[in-house]
């Protein structure tokens, strides 16, 4: 695709259900990086992989928060029993490389947990 | 820890003013800085990126600068116009595979 593709665009959930948010990178972009943006905060850094494999989840709040990326493309971000505290808009980059590439940004999935 | 601060954390300026938007990261060793705008209900639109060998990188109106010694990069933006109202970010890459860390941005307004 043209661009980074994130979905849902919006998502409603009660407190304790789980949920999985979806990016699709740029063809051929080997590096993804899942960041979380919080009203009025800066962007806090979730996890970035290479490949299929992520050489850093150290951002994830919790063990309640996981990652995988499958076939070095789509990658789906799970939060199980989810909390109000996690309501916050999740954006998805990917960039050619780990290196000096800019990073291409979705739009993100506004997570509202009730 | 890399931690990066962006000054002002909002500006208004009328249309046509050159103005300058300041990020300061606290370790100097960077591979490279990007800058980035964020318009509401968006996600980021990569602007420049400056690589740690570089001085400056220019796009259009835009010229950014970078002096890792004093930990610091500008984004200056000539002859501003209504369409530059937004929120630039400012981002630190550590090394080659690492994640950016980011500021909390700059909310500009530009006034018709």
């Known amino acids: 695709g043209a661009g980074v593709s994130q979905s849902p665009s919006n998502k409603v959930t009660e407190k304790g259900k789980d949920v999985e948010l979806r990016c699709d990178p740029i063809?051929?972009?080997?590096?993804l990086y899942w960041y979380r943006q919080s009203l009025g905060q800066g962007l806090e850094f979730l996890i970035y992989?290479?490949?299929?494999?992520?050489?850093?989840k150290s951002g994830l709040p919790s063990d309640r928060f996981s990652a995988e990326r499958t076939g070095g493309s789509v990658s789906t971000l799970t939060i199980q029993r989810t909390q109000q505290e996690d309501s916050a808009v999740y954006l998805c980059?990917?960039?050619?490389?780990?290196?000096?590439?800019?990073?291409?940004f979705g739009n993100g999935t506004r997570l509202t947990v009730t | 820890k890399q931690e990066v601060t962006q000054i002002p954390a909002a500006l208004s300026v009328p249309e046509g003013e050159n103005l300058v938007l300041n990020c300061s990261f606290t370790?100097?060793?960077?591979?490279?800085l990007q800058w980035f705008r964020q318009d509401p209900g968006k996600g980021l639109t990569s602007l420049l990126l400056?690589?740690?060998?570089?001085r400056e990188q220019t796009s259009g109106r835009l010229n950014a600068s970078l002096d890792k010694s004093s930990g610091r990069s500008t984004l200056y933006i000539a002859a501003s116009q209504p369409g530059d109202s937004a929120t630039y970010l400012c981002?630190?890459?550590?090394?080659?595979?690492?994640?950016?860390?980011f500021g909390e941005g700059t909310q500009l307004t530009v006034n018709p």
């Open positions: 400056i690589q740690s060998s570089q």
């Open positions: 370790d100097s060793a960077i591979y490279n």
């Open positions: 992989f290479q490949g299929n494999s992520a050489p850093d």
């Open positions: 063809s051929g972009h080997t590096a």
């Open positions: 981002a630190a890459k550590e090394t080659s595979g690492s994640r950016l860390t």
């Open positions: 980059a990917s960039s050619l490389t780990t290196g000096g590439s800019p990073l291409h």
